[in-house]
């Protein structure tokens, strides 16, 4: 099975309307490499207009109800409604910052998918599990409390991000990565079989132009979950073109 490489950038709580000129420069340069899904996921305010240029738009959470009594909350299908076709769930900003469980994050994933959305779904162990050896144990679990019960292996992404990589600069060696995304590849072939081949999974973590290619490159990584250095073309660019 040949999986499409897709490169997605998380813009986070950054992006006022003048930034839409930024969204408008990587969707173009992403045009010249076909073979490469690229998605941008901006704030709220953002996925309207952005959704106008003409490139795939995501949300970075939506709530698992479709609509009711939540202040301040957004729903799948509003995010669907305002040009959105994915989202990211259980990024380990809302799971710290938000106390958001397993069984939320599998709740917000299965939402997303019926309101007719992709899914991004993040899992990553903290540094300390990290040095104590028990990061593909943490991290497995994770995936299996996070699935939603049933879903489309072409319509559901996971991205590994260990935590103590976001936003540092520090990123595991290569043979890190292909082995916790090895781990995660068998285990989703022990929940869904086959259709497990068709699962992208993405590496994310203060990737950037310079080392994409071998992050990239390595076995099972199908794309990258980007963050800083996916608010400017010059930055996030060279990362697509890595991928290519
Ligand atoms: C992220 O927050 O998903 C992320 C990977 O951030 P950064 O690329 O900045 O490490």
């Known amino acids: 099975m040949v999986r499409r490489k897709y490169v997605v950038g998380n813009w986070k709580m950054n992006g006022l309307s003048g930034a839409l000129a930024e969204a408008e420069a990587i969707f173009a340069g992403a045009r010249a490499h076909e073979a490469v899904d690229v998605a941008l996921c ?3 305010t953002l996925i309207g ?8 738009t995501g949300g970075q959470d939506c709530h698992p109800q479709p609509s009711g009594a939540f202040t301040g909350s957004v729903s799948a299908p509003m995010l669907a409604d305002a040009g959105a076709a994915l989202v990211i769930v259980g990024h380990s900003e809302r799971r710290e910052g938000f106390a958001e469980r397993d069984a939320d994050v599998k709740a917000k994933a299965g939402a997303a998918l019926t309101a007719g959305l992709s899914v991004i779904l993040c899992v990553g162990e903290p540094l300390g599990v990290r040095e104590s050896g028990g990061a593909i144990d943490y991290v497995l679990a994770q995936v299996q409390g996070s699935l939603p019960g049933d879903f489309d292996p072409a319509r559901l992404a996971v991205a590994y991000e260990p935590i103590w990589a976001i936003g540092t600069g520090r990123v595991p060696t290569i043979e890190d990565v292909a082995a916790m995304h090895g781990a995660i590849r068998a285990a989703l072939s022990d929940r869904i079989g086959e259709g497990a081949a068709a699962v992208r999974l993405l590496y994310g973590g203060s990737v950037n132009g310079d080392n994409a290619a071998d992050l990239l490159g390595a076995r ?4 990258a979950l ?3 250095a996916s608010l400017t073309a010059a930055k996030f660019l060279p990362i697509v073109e890595a991928a290519a």
């Open 226 to 228: 980007v963050g800083g």
């Open 49 to 56: 207009p952005m959704a106008a240029l003409g490139g795939a």
């Open 42 to 44: 901006p704030p709220f």
């Open 220 to 223: 099972d990584v199908d794309g």
